[in-house]
């Protein structure tokens, strides 16, 4: 088991060295020169040349791409062109505002989406199986972004329950940082208060980016579990008195869990890499509208930063999801 | 009073097309001891005659017409379900066709065959041999020993550590001797097996066939051996009944019915049993093809096929009669014998 994890963690860096590396050659081959764009459109030929030596930028390709590797390895994951900061700073600061946002959509997501799937397997074609058809068609279908703004309408406009946006108020002392994530650290410290305001904050951003895989996993969860339903064991356990909860709870539901694993699994990444739209209605600071103000500057080193982060935490959430799956179903146990 | 009691049980099955008449008059009286043979062709209401006993039949699509089931004198298709529950695994033990496809593959043996013996063992403390008033772990301990003993009374060898194995770990044999240990281990009067071993090798069918003679022989339990497989009747089974097309049409001691088969679907059975004494080209198959049940034939449901055919066989449904004891027919053509025997 242990060889297998090790086996699974050492082959996550030839993916991170091709992902890498594609990532540096879209970066540099797109057209415009982001040194330009830096410089202003005033700036003389001898200006753009220092910039351009200051960031390395004046070397062949391929040796900016070794000096971005080793530097990737040693923590050095290169500056910003425009605001001259470490990447690995502004990450440390932002990867854990949007992972605390996407986990806590999962969270939700799974929290509701797995009992309702199996809800509606079990009143199959009568009214709690039609209700979750409808809401999660619906939640499927609506565009992030615009259920954000109904929610910000709805919930911080006229009810005025909600703040609009952002991730915590200026006028509040927010928790000493330890892990990024708001409402860890505000349990770390004690701070009952701060961890209240950051609920707050947290609620309706989460709940926009939870729908959709909320829907996805009450769509999985009910097929696979009509699915189990209809095994043979299912009908052994109850010829042999097994109560419908125990079968239902215990036997039914770890087999019905495997396929929504995967989903849940892809769903990690995916959440990860479309947060920019939600970041952007909540004004939350977190990755996407770090990567996307990157991007529209062609500030290449923050976007090949952010990639290679995503990348990777995609990559480790599979790889958690191959080792649930062995605890799920024995037979693929890894020896 | 009578182990289990059918009388009169029709079932109809409701599709797309219409309703299908499944069951139609099904009687059916097992006694403690009695080794029930039920064969016929596929699709002929064996299985669901032996789900319907343990009310395992969907409604709907399922509908039971009239009839009555009886279990002791107690009427199981009127019971509630959580009686049917209270039965099931401990007064009525089944067993099914595919072992491969019968036990939970993301669960230990051991744990199924213990909530097995925990849920029997909640309607009878005996069982697990603990009082009434034992902890939960007290009683989950004794239901893993109970469960280590039966796995070894079946012939599984090393039953303590194989107990924690996962069913993919055993051959598909041994999974039916961990199947068998379940259904037996809440000591159920009835025991219904639905093709037990037709998914088995032939080496390893007659072992199973042979375990579970012995240990209905040891517990006097009356079973229902659901299966197309005529040898397995003639040797383990003490009685048989054929089916066709929702009806027991011949039924009776194996003997009887075996030496003297009245009916004219049961003669053609008997005679499509390959032998090694036959020559290449003597088998003989029953032309024609099981009817349709959503619009069945008038009278009696295998007047199409039947090379004795008359016209009063379309007229209606002929009456079970005795043309022996033991032995009932349901055909015009036994009527003659009957009343030559009375």
Known sequence: ??????????????????????????????????????????????????????????????????????????????????????????????????????????????????????????????????????????????????????????????????????????????????????????????????????????????????????????????????????????????????????????????????????????????????????????????????????IVTQDFMPVIGVTIVIGGIFIISNLIVDLLYGILNPKVRYE | MALLEIRDLHLGMRSFEGEAHVLNGIHLTVERGEIWGIVGETGCGKSLTGLSISRLVSTPPGRYITGSISLEGRNLLTASEPEMQSLRGRRIGMIFQDPTTNLNPAFRVGEQIVDVALHAGGLDPSILGVGAKASRSERKKAARNLAIDMLAKVGIPKAGERIDDYPHQFSGGMRQRVLIAMALIGRPDLLIADEPTTALDVSVQAQILRLLYDLVQEH????????????????????????????????????????????????????SVPTAKMKRGELQGLPGSVPNLLAPPPGCRFAPRCAAVQPRCTAAIPPSVAVAAHHEVACVLAEPHASAAA
């Open chain 2, 220 to 271: 006097q339990l009356g079973v229902l051996l659901i299966t197309h497989n005529l040898g397995v009747v003639a040797q383990i089974c003490t009685h048989v009944a054929v089916m066709y097309a929702g009806n027991i049409i011949e039924s009776g001691s194996v003997r009887e019915v075996f030496k003297n088969p009245n009916h004219p679907y049961t003669t053609g059975l008997l005679a």
């Open chain 1, 1 to 294: 088991m242990l060889t297998y994890i090790l086996r699974r963690i050492v082959l996550i860096i030839p993916v991170l060295i091709g992902l890498s590396l594609l990532v540096f050659a879209i970066a540099r081959l797109l057209p415009g020169d982001p040194i330009q764009l830096a410089a202003g459109p005033n700036a003389s030929p001898a200006e753009i040349a220092d910039l351009a030596r200051e960031f390395g930028l004046d070397k062949p390709l391929p040796v900016q791409y070794w000096n971005y590797v080793t530097g990737l390895v040693t923590g050095d994951w290169g500056q910003s062109i425009f605001t001259r900061r470490a990447v690995a700073e502004d990450l440390k600061v932002y990867l854990p505002a949007t992972l605390e946002l996407v986990f806590t959509a999962m969270f939700l997501a799974i929290l509701i989406g797995i009992p309702a799937g199996l809800t509606a397997a079990v009143y199959r074609n009568r009214w709690p199986d039609y209700m979750s058809r409808v809401v999660s068609l619906g939640a499927i279908s609506m565009p992030r972004f615009f259920l954000g703004l109904l929610l910000q309408i709805g919930f911080a406009m006229w009810l005025g329950w909600l703040p609009l946006g952002g991730r915590f108020p200026l006028t509040e002392d927010p928790p000493a940082f330890v892990t990024g994530f708001l409402t860890i650290d505000s349990l770390i410290s004690g701070d009952l208060r701060a961890f209240g305001i950051t609920l707050q904050y947290l609620a309706l951003p989460a709940f926009a980016m939870c729908l959709s895989p909320l829907a996805t996993i009450t769509r999985m969860m009910r097929a696979s579990t009509i699915e189990i339903l209809q095994q043979d064991y299912v009908l052994t356990e109850r010829a042999l008195g097994l109560s419908s909860r125990l079968i239902l709870f215990k036997y039914v539901l770890r087999n019905a869990m495997s396929a929504t694993l995967t989903v849940i699994g892809l769903y990690v990444g995916w959440l990860l890499g479309g947060t920019v739209l939600v970041e952007t209605v909540f004004d939350w600071p977190g990755l996407g509208l770090y990567a996307t103000k990157a």
